[in-house]
């Protein structure tokens, strides 16, 4: 058998999330589907970050295993074949034994796009959250240096249970930056891992912070509470893009 890491891109509008439920499609149902035409062999999949329905990905990572004969520049265009137009495989390569994308990464990366103007977006409406009241992204950013670093992220936690429920709330924030490009500010969260629903907790706060009806000393007290109701509301999935996955022992905190 040999192990391999793929590099996966989706829209995830149309997906009940990554993970494999009994009803809906899942992208990890998709790709096991498309590689057990491509190489005959019924193949478990095993994603970095099991994203929520309707969040999407340009840096998914994945590992599976296959005993295929398949040359492995000819596997990502055998697998791309059997799979949906909302999915698609940017890279594949052999990796050591025992690699597992979600045990054996170091961090994960995800964007949240706002659109903060007056009309709806129409072309990018899958991919954003429009708020129409004035955002100060400036301010957004200097609060959320206050979520850097290691702490208790139990005021961002969604509601989890059975084996998605955490031991810990605790997790490393390596960076987190709004960066406004006209209507469209974008939030960049990077850490060690996630908890669910984490990243649109804390954009869901950061507005709040933007619209000023939160300072940076009332972000720091709701940090601290470890009370997820006095955080803001969980924004919207398809905002959400997880962009990138890494494995090395060291965070490049200038991102790609």
Not at 39 to 50: H, I, N, P, Q, Y
Not at 88 to 114: D, I, W
Request: glycine share 8%; aromatic share 8%; charged share 25%.
């Amino acid at each position: 058998m040999t192990t391999f890491r793929a590099i996966v891109e989706y829209d995830g509008t149309d997906f009940s999330g990554f993970q494999i439920q009994s009803s809906g499609r899942t992208i990890q149902g998709e790709l096991e589907a498309a590689i057990q035409r491509a190489t005959g062999e019924v193949v478990r999949v095993a994603g970095a970050g099991r994203t929520d329905a309707g969040v999407h990905a340009i840096g998914q990572v994945v590992s599976f295993e296959t005993s295929t004969l398949l040359p492995v520049d000819r596997i990502q265009a055998a697998i791309n074949r059997w799979l949906p137009f909302d999915v698609a495989v940017r890279e594949v390569a052999r990796t050591e034994p025992g690699f597992h994308a979600r045990y054996s990464a170091r961090g994960r990366e995800y964007v949240y796009t706002v659109w903060n103007g007056d009309e709806r977006p129409v072309i990018d409406r899958r991919y954003l959250y429009h708020c129409r009241q004035p955002l100060d992204s400036g301010a957004m950013q200097v609060a959320a240096q206050i979520l850097t670093g290691c702490h208790d992220f139990a005021s961002f936690a969604g509601q989890a249970s059975g084996n998605d429920k955490p031991d810990d709330t605790i997790r490393t924030v390596h960076r987190i930056e709004c960066r406004r490009d006209r209507e469209k500010i974008a939030i960049v969260v990077a850490a060690d891992a996630f908890l669910r629903h984490m990243v649109r907790n804390i954009v869901g706060t950061l507005i709040l912070v933007g619209r000023g009806s939160l300072s940076e000393s009332g972000l720091k007290e709701i940090l601290e509470s470890r009370d997820r109701r006095r955080a803001g509301r969980t924004v919207p999935p398809q905002g959400l893009c997880l962009t990138r996955v890494w494995y090395d022992a060291r965070f490049d905190v200038k991102g790609v």
